[in-house]
């Protein structure tokens, strides 16, 4: 039994394909990541389970984005319309209150983002299924504000997304 063990791990280790596992689909949802999803849910308005979102990093600042699962979920693609319009009005006012409350703390990068407003812009754009906030800033501590705040968010909703700056799209 003990030489099979060593022969299947061998295997393993002659793949010549990586695989890669994220933590969303694997682990369930700890207290925090429960409280999250269900606080995220009642202040969204939408369930997380219907939607995928993703927080993409880029060069000028990143994309907060929420689209439907569902093709044809229009009910669920207007409530995400709705919040992701919300949110771009409140960031630019500086009022980050919903991930505080969504997150039961402040995210990092918010108290630099809240004293750059002037330097960061928050745009809402429709799409077909939802909806996104492209945040952009050419200021250099807003910038690093932006990426970390949109990692923390990857890392507490669990998204998957990658972690480094990507190409704009």
């Known amino acids: ?46 369930s997380h389970e219907a939607t995928a979102h993703h927080f993409i990093l880029l060069p000028d600042g990143g994309t907060i984005s929420v689209e439907t699962r569902l093709e044809h979920d229009h ?18 006012t500086g009022d980050f209150d919903i991930p505080m409350f969504i997150h039961d703390r402040v995210p990092p990068g918010v108290p630099m ?25 050419t200021d250099p501590d807003a910038l690093n504000a932006v990426h970390e705040f949109l990692v923390f968010q990857i890392q507490d909703h669990r998204t998957g997304d990658p972690v480094t ?5």
């Open 113 to 137: 983002m809240k004293a750059k407003g002037e330097a960061i812009s928050y745009t809402y754009q429709k799409t077909e299924r939802g909806g996104r906030v492209r945040i952009e800033t």
């Open 1 to 46: 039994m003990k030489a099979l063990h060593l022969i299947f791990a061998a295997s393993l280790g002659s793949l010549s394909t990586p695989c890669t596992i994220h933590a969303q689909e694997t682990d369930p949802p700890g207290p925090h990541a429960a409280g999250v999803d269900n606080r995220g849910d009642h202040a969204m308005g939408f």
């Open 75 to 92: 009910a669920t693609r207007d409530q995400i319309r709705a919040h992701l319009g919300h949110i771009a009005a409140l960031f630019r």
């Open 165 to 169: 700056i990507g190409n704009r799209n």
